[in-house]
């Protein structure tokens, strides 16, 4: 009997595990790809919101920086903290 409770007790542990990876796991790394998607495409002329709520044009690219013009200011910041890019939200990042 102790052999069929561990076998029951193991199987409920894999049922967990595949829950888990399925519901949190897969969702959160398919959103990281999506933002990822989203930032590679960003070019020069796009209006953005970062993450601290700046709306601006994206003027110039840097590699991971960007150079954004918003209002009569041109600033600049990290492409990661870039969270809106049109009306596309990168997922995951935007609170």
């Given at each position: 009997m102790g052999n069929r409770g561990l076998s029951i007790l193991l199987l409920q542990f894999v049922a967990i595990g595949l829950v888990f990876?399925?519901?949190?796991?897969?969702?959160?790394?398919?959103?990281r790809k999506r933002a990822a998607e989203i930032?590679?495409?960003l070019k020069k002329g796009d209006?953005?919101?970062t993450a601290g709520g700046i709306v601006g044009k994206v003027k110039e690219?840097?590699?991971?920086l960007v150079?954004?013009?918003?209002g009569t200011s041109?600033?600049?910041?990290?492409?990661?903290?870039?969270?809106r890019?049109?009306?596309q939200t990168t997922p995951g990042l935007a609170h």
């Open positions: 990876y399925f519901l949190i796991i897969r969702p959160q790394g398919k959103a930032l590679a495409a209006e953005v919101t690219i840097k590699d991971q150079v954004l013009e918003s041109q600033i600049v910041v990290e492409r990661s903290r870039i969270v890019v049109g009306d």
